[in-house]
């Protein structure tokens, strides 16, 4: 019956549907959030004023050698709001200034990763709260880190930081500084640093699978951009002239290496990477996965202190005093089972949750 209500009237109208999430979104207004990580002076504050031609670091203030042995981490955070055909995005980029700094670098990723817990953190008790409709999302999307050019693939603390950090967020691994290679040597050690990822077990972001009914160059470029891993960048804040164009570039005395050539790097593959075709994905996953991680860690602990407590004041009760202790009123007892069944249910319903379950009875 439906579909003969269908073809009869042909159209109802539900065609519209993308259109109206469309003018939503867009009324709404999109918010990313990117941080940067690494040692200080690989680049990253040019980089991204680059990426989004933006001064956002106008009143950086930089350490000197003796300020720097006890620096710990600090995180700092600059947002811009950009529009584009009147598209708006809300840019937030933390930096970690001083990572890697100190003298004594061990667990010089902690304060990253506290950073990011926090964020989740806070998004899990605003969620939980009454009033949900004004979020404010400050979760970190993805995490670009930056690799030296001058060591020979990945360095002790690079294997830590991203090991500590990559079931928390989308870790990007760009190769800093590449205008200080030549081309061979950029290929030598993308290759190497992808080994080692690979070796240490690290788990980089990775790009969706294309759909199979993506026509052929969509699958190239989408394979190029997988092989490209960790991007070569170049950043630059100056404009120079070159072949009678200006081009943001760095200009030597042998010639002019300018930012958005891809022959020179792979700036352009990591903006539009960032910009163009993966912002909504780095999104989803950093919701779907690395979050509902933190949830699912959450609601576990919750729960198992619920039962702790219930256990305990079932001992009390049966610890045979003299003077035998009050039954907890009925109405908290079947409140407690209550939350237990809850977030039983909500542990069997979620596949992540589910099998973490298990994990942690098997243990
Ligand atoms: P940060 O401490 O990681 O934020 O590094 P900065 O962005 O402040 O850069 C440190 C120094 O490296 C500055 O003198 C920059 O001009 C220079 N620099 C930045 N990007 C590049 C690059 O791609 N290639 C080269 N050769 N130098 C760069």
Known sequence: VCELLLSDKEYVGFATLPNQVHRKSVKKGFDFTLMVAGESGLGKSTLVNSLFLTDLYKDRKLLNAEERITQTVEITKHTVDIEEKGVKLK????DTPGFGDAVNNTECWKSV??????????????????????????RVHCCLYFISPFGHGLRPLDVEFMKALHEKVNIVPVLAKADTLTPTEVKRKKIKIREEIE??????????????????????????LKDCIPFAVIGSNTVVEAKGKRVRGRLYPWGIVEVENPAHCDFVKLRNMLVRTHMQDLKDVTRETHYENYRAHCIQSMTRMVVKERNRNKLTRESGTDFPIP????????????????????VRHS???????????QN
């Open 327 to 346: 039954m907890v009123p009925g109405a908290t007892d079947t409140e407690t089972e209550k939350l237990i069944r809850e977030k039983d249910e909500e």
């Open 91 to 94: 840019l937030t980029i933390v």
């Open 199 to 224: 070796q240490y077990g690290i788990k980089i972001y990775q790009f969706p699978d294309c759909d199979s009914d993506e026509d052929e160059d969509f699958k190239q470029q989408d394979q190029e």
């Open 113 to 138: 990763a506290d950073y990011i817990d926090q964020q989740f953190e806070q998004y899990f008790r605003d969620e939980s709260g009454l009033n949900r409709k004004n979020i404010q999302d400050n």
């Open 351 to 361: 596949p992540l949750l589910y099998n973490q379950n298990k994990y942690m009875k």
